[in-house]
């Protein structure tokens, strides 16, 4: 299996910051790196595919980059709502695989 | 727009087999292009990818499982079920169905199920 590992587990930041986050893969995995938000009680919502294809109705605030097998998702001008956990996951080959999270509280 | 709602017992006894239905609004589910995805999350923790199936029935498994997992689909009734079996108190999460989208090259998870808990406990 493919092993995802994001850094920092947990960041503070205020409303307004610049936060960013790198998710690296065991092995190559081309651009196949999706990023999801999970807000507390909730579903993981798909931020960006491919690395960095914005989904639809997805902020501009947020976006993605890297390819291989280090990436980064990066969230400029932070909101109040922007404060959840972010997974990464590997679309490369089955079994699909996460990153253990990365807690975005707030200072 | 696709809606999926997970549905099934919220406690299943050690070593008896865990089911779970998930139903779809939409009729994407009779289509190509969809790979229809059970996902869990125990408390606190971060996401497990269970399986997938294809509407032509092939389905893929995560090895971590040891072959107790196995999902099923019914178009007509626009549902996919999954069966654990021989669960402990390991597998007790929140449960997520989601639909991952085929886009040329590209794979992710567009729709996901609000999520059921299930506990295994006697």
């Known amino acids: 299996d493919i092993q995802m590992t994001q850094s920092p587990s947990s960041l503070s930041a205020s409303v307004g910051d610049t936060v960013t986050i790198t998710c690296r893969a065991s092995?190559?995995?081309?651009?196949?790196l999706n990023w999801y938000q999970q807000r507390p009680g909730k579903a993981p919502k798909v931020l960006i595919h491919?690395?960095?294809t914005l989904q639809s109705g997805v902020p501009s605030r947020f976006s993605g980059s890297g390819s291989g097998a280090d990436f980064t998702l990066t969230i400029s001008s932070l909101q109040s709502e922007d404060f959840a956990t972010y997974y990464c996951q590997q679309s490369y080959e089955i079994p699909r695989t996460f990153g253990q999270g990365t807690k975005v509280e707030i200072k | 727009q696709e809606q999926l709602q997970e549905s099934g017992p919220g406690l299943v006894k050690p070593s008896q087999t865990l089911s779970l239905t998930c139903t779809a609004t939409?009729?994407?589910?009779?289509?190509?292009?969809?790979?229809w995805t059970w996902i869990r999350q125990p408390a606190g923790k971060g996401l497990e990818w269970i399986g997938r199936i294809y509407i032509s029935g092939s389905a893929h498994y995560n090895p971590s499982l040891k072959s107790r997992a196995s999902i099923s689909l019914d178009t007509s009734r626009t549902q996919f079920s999954l069966n654990l079996s021989s669960v402990t108190a390991a597998d007790t999460a929140v449960y997520y169905c989601?639909?991952?989208?085929?886009?040329?090259?590209?794979?992710?998870?567009?729709?996901w199920g609000q999520g059921t808990l299930v506990t295994v406990s006697s």
């Open positions: 989601a639909r991952e989208r085929e886009l040329g090259a590209d794979y992710y998870f567009d729709y």
């Open positions: 092995q190559t995995i081309s651009r196949d």
């Open positions: 491919a690395a960095s």
């Open positions: 939409g009729d994407s589910i009779t289509r190509g292009s969809y790979y």
